[in-house]
């Protein structure tokens, strides 16, 4: 086991056990402020452990495969729309359900270093990410626009670019991930969506 899974696989399933927090950022209370809004969403998907799990495997599987950011971001612009819609009133039927799952899948792929087409690669991050922002949009119920657009702006920053850092530096030094480091860290992975879809059923 590398050193490179235990700083990033054990600290979310360190999280799993408070996956409540994940839908209160602020404490509770709605983003009222510009300031809120950008600190509610680069907290939001930090603090959560399914979303920060899944935002591992993404980064680990672009370095992984070598994607570059295309999809990475893809998945990114999709969970800001699904924010967006949620705020404006549309959701998807079972939203934590389908987030536990994705994590649940991201998990296993990078476990088993699955080699799908591009285009099913597209496909999933796009619906994982509909899924994930349905979920952040949660904390933003009932807030103003100026609030939600900070938020959204935070969510961009501190998905996008946790997602590329890991990405790069996984494309940079294949050899800290060498082994079975990666299938290690999406066995992690894969259990923090079991734990999520437990405490749904729980």
Do not use: K, Q, Y
């Given at each position: 086991m590398t050193s490179l899974f235990r700083?990033?696989?054990?600290?979310?399933?360190?999280?799993?056990?408070?996956?409540?927090?994940?839908?209160?950022?602020?404490?509770?209370?709605?983003?009222?402020?510009?300031?809120?809004?950008?600190?509610?969403?680069?907290?939001?998907?930090?603090?959560?452990?399914?979303?920060?799990?899944?935002?591992?495997?993404?980064?680990?599987?672009?370095?992984?495969?070598?994607?570059?950011?295309?999809?990475?971001?893809?998945?990114?612009?999709a969970s800001l729309a699904g924010v967006a819609a949620g705020w404006l009133g549309f959701w998807l039927p079972g939203v934590e359900v389908l987030v536990a799952a994705t994590v649940v899948l991201a998990g296993l792929l990078l476990a088993l270093r699955a080699a799908l087409p591009a285009a099913a690669w597209s496909v999933l991050l796009a619906l994982a990410g509909l899924a994930h922002g349905q979920a952040y949009a949660e904390a933003m119920i009932g807030a103003e626009a100026t609030p939600v657009l900070a938020y959204l702006l935070g969510l961009a920053l501190v998905q996008g670019g946790l997602v590329a850092a890991l990405a790069w530096a996984v494309h940079r030094a294949p050899a800290l991930v060498g082994g079975m480091a990666p299938r290690l860290a999406g066995m992690a992975v894969a259990a923090v969506g079991v734990v999520a879809l437990v405490g749904l059923a729980g």
């Open positions: 700083r990033l696989a054990l600290p979310a399933l360190l999280l799993a056990p408070i996956p409540a927090l994940a839908h209160h950022p602020m404490g509770g209370a709605v983003p009222s402020t510009f300031w809120h809004g950008i600190a509610s969403g680069v907290a939001h998907p930090v603090i959560g452990a399914d979303h920060l799990a899944f935002l591992l495997a993404v980064g680990l599987l672009a370095g992984l495969a070598g994607w570059g950011l295309a999809r990475p971001l893809a998945f990114v612009a």
